[in-house]
């Protein structure tokens, strides 16, 4: 059985109520009381294990120093074998206690770090930065899915045929400009970013998704293949965390950054009603990840860098944007900070998210067991950082409505005008 942790469980026993605080700031519920039940349960019955386990070794020690002298070892034996049967009977119970705790554990949402601001949904977020114009237009902007119809570059109805609602069929110049931004964010995320491009596997097995939190807590929103230990991807961060799963990392080589583009495919449980024109939140869809893993001494400065990676994205492609702290109650299972990239939507009069770049501490490094050692024989659990460098989908959704003509047309940001020679317009 493989045994995974959230946090370090001594600073919980130790601070059990700033880990109740901190969890209830994120809008679930640490019951504090049945940890400490858990906890003591499970400890007893380690305890009483051992205890047996070094008598039966102990009492094996004299049967073999008798049987060497030649006296009887028939009443030491059968002492040993009573022992045998108790231990069975207490190795069982560790097993149910030990899968009861992991169950209760695998379910506590990492703590939040002590910059997060506290609140309990998106209205209590808070503005960092603003960058670019809001594009001034003579006309009422159209929303992407009606530039779409008008260029007849997005077909939902043929989409639905074939697959079902949440689903669109691009074409022509959108089908274009989609695989011209994959291109575009990887080289350069790639070669001026430094980061290393990584083309992984687009299914994953169950031990990937508790890695990175999202088994079990979000089994919902996955789409699992039927008679198979696997899983379509929700995210590139799923397979490049668990590049390094039990694996110990030189401390010296670290930070190692990669980016990788996969399809992501999430069912979006819970999200009915939300976003269900347009392709802003479907079943499947295009993102270039990134993704680091470093000391943990660095990852807040990893974080910062992290998201100017992906702001820079926006910044090429001359793209009003916002940078948002995320409040304690809008923070992810497994982030302990994000910050959100919001980029401006005309036909919304307001933002959309288009990345989050999170800091995820060693929270799933613990659940990974990810870890790493210094030439100091320094030694722990690494720090995850993730962020989308950019969701293509949203991205291309946004140049359709920034760069939107009043005849319904849409141009082509300058800095990928050369990938459509002779053209203005998509």
């Known amino acids: ?113 002590d910059s997060v601001p506290i609140g309990k949904n ?34 939902f109805p043929r989409a639905a045929k074939i ?32 980061y290393n491009e990584v083309l992984p596997p687009f299914l994953v097995n169950d031990q990937s998704l508790i890695g990175t939190g999202n088994l079990p807590k979000f089994k919902e929103d996955l789409f699992k293949v039927e008679n198979h230990n696997l899983y379509l991807v929700p995210t590139a961060e799923v397979p490049l965390t668990n590049i390094y799963r039990d694996e110990t990392l030189i401390g010296e080589d670290l930070p190692k950054k990669y980016v990788a583009f996969t399809p992501c495919f999430r069912s979006e449980a819970g999200s009915y009603g939300k976003d269900v024109r347009g392709i802003i939140r479907q079943h499947q869809f295009n993102k270039v990840e990134l993704l680091k893993f470093c000391l943990p001494g660095q990852s807040y400065d990893e974080l910062e860098q992290l998201t100017q990676n992906a702001e820079a994205i926006l910044q090429k492609l001359n793209l009003h944007y916002r940078v948002v702290k995320l409040c304690s109650g809008d923070l992810s299972f497994s982030s302990a900070k994000t910050y959100d990239l919001e980029v401006w939507m005309p036909s919304r009069n307001g933002y959309m998210e288009i990345s989050s770049c999170s800091n995820f501490e060693d929270f799933q490094a613990r659940r990974a067991r990810i870890k790493y050692k210094t030439k100091d024989k ?19 959704a946004a140049i359709m409505e920034n760069y939107q003509t009043q005849e319904g047309k849409i141009g082509i940001p300058s800095v990928l005008k050369e990938l459509f020679p002779g053209k203005e317009y998509i």
């Open 1 to 113: 059985m493989l045994y995974y942790l959230m946090l370090d469980l001594t600073f919980i026993r130790n601070n059990i109520e700033l880990v109740k605080k901190k969890v209830e700031s994120k809008g679930s519920v640490f019951d504090d009381v049945l940890f400490q039940e858990l906890d003591s349960k499970r400890r007893e019955l380690i305890t009483e294990f051992e205890n047996i386990k070094s008598q039966k070794n102990k009492l094996a020690k004299e049967v073999g120093m008798l049987k060497r002298k030649g006296e009887d070892t028939g009443e030491l034996e059968n002492r040993s074998i009573e022992l045998s049967k108790n231990l069975a009977g207490i190795q069982e119970a560790l097993d149910s206690s030990e899968k009861e705790f992991q169950d209760f554990i695998l379910n506590i949402p990492n703590i939040c770090h």
């Open 122 to 155: 998106e209205a209590d977020n808070v503005v960092v930065r603003e960058w670019g114009e809001k594009p001034d237009f003579p006309f009422e902007p159209r929303p992407h899915w009606e530039l779409g119809e008008i260029n007849a570059n997005l077909d």
């Open 163 to 194: 697959a079902g609602a949440r689903f669109a069929l691009y074409l022509n110049g959108l089908a274009k400009l989609e695989r011209v931004l994959i291109n575009f964010m990887l080289n350069i995320h790639t070669e001026e970013n430094s």
């Open 378 to 396: 320094k030694k722990g659990f690494v720090h995850t950082l993730n962020g989308s460098g950019l969701a293509i989908g949203r991205t291309v």
